[in-house]
């Protein structure tokens, strides 16, 4: 794995480590004064599509997984969309191996907590990731969700309701955050994540381009989003393995 680009007078000894890819990807100061910081995660082709296959699985690899687990590990909570939850058949976060005694002087939990954004309420209350969490999984829904599914939701997850009709995201972060879960991190979906965007909620994108031409109707990595305006990020991020782009941008310094 080679670092092309990275923070000032950082020294990459081995950029394969959980430490060094822990060094690139430190969320900023800001988290340890509770306020919110959102970076998404998100892995594409090279035209674009954010799946292969129906799934994002066949556009990674052996290091996209190994910055997927440090991102994960950094993080205090996962934004997910129910879509991806179903799609992808997520499981609860496990303890990430290597960070506990990081985590422990962050104050963080053993491992970070899975929030899943849904409107609807239609989810797989028996899975593992409301039945085996290490951390009890929250579900971010609106305040006029269905009254049946709401109450079997709130037997097995923590429930945080904000909006009506729609989830007000720029609450449920502010809700998180004060939570004690400021360091926010999404994975998607693309619908999820242009909702973010969309509500100019996005501090940092991590992709990682894949060095394949997929083809298909797989949606981009943000996908049907009523942007107000062009957002443009600056890069401080990038290394290469096997073809493999890992790129780090951040959004603009308030002027």
Not at 48 to 67: H, N, Q, T, Y
Not at 72 to 99: I, K, M, Q
Request: charge should be negative; glycine fraction near 10%; aromatic fraction near 4%.
């Amino acid at each position: 794995m080679q670092q092309l680009i990275g923070p000032p007078g950082a020294v990459f000894e081995d950029p394969e480590s959980s430490e060094a890819l822990a060094a690139v990807y430190a969320y900023p100061g800001q988290v340890n004064h509770g306020r919110p910081w959102l970076r998404a995660n998100m892995v594409a082709g090279l035209d674009g599509g954010a799946r292969l296959d129906g799934l994002s699985e066949g556009l990674s690899s052996p290091a996209d997984k190994r910055i997927f687990g440090v991102l994960r590990a950094l993080s205090d909570v996962v934004l997910v969309g129910a879509e991806t939850v179903r799609a992808e058949g997520y499981g609860p976060a496990a303890a990430p191996a290597g960070f506990a005694a990081a985590r422990r002087a962050a104050g963080q939990a053993p491992a970070p907590v899975i929030a899943v954004v849904s409107r609807s309420l239609g989810l797989n209350l028996a899975a593992p990731l409301f039945t085996q969490p290490l951390v009890r999984t929250v579900v971010v829904t609106t305040e006029d969700a269905p009254a049946r599914e709401l109450a079997a939701v709130a037997e097995v997850a923590d429930v945080i309701a904000v909006g009506r009709g729609s989830v007000d995201l720029r609450a449920a972060v502010a809700a998180l955050a004060d939570r004690g879960l400021p360091r926010l991190l999404t994975e998607g979906g693309p619908r999820l994540l242009g909702q973010l965007a969309a509500a100019d909620l996005l501090d940092e994108l991590c992709l990682s381009l894949a060095p394949l031409i997929t083809g298909g109707d797989a949606p981009r990595i943000i996908h049907d989003a009523e942007m107000p305006d062009v957002r443009r990020m600056r890069l401080v991020s990038l290394i290469e393995q096997k073809g493999f782009l890992f790129t780090r941008y951040l959004r603009p310094p308030t002027p």
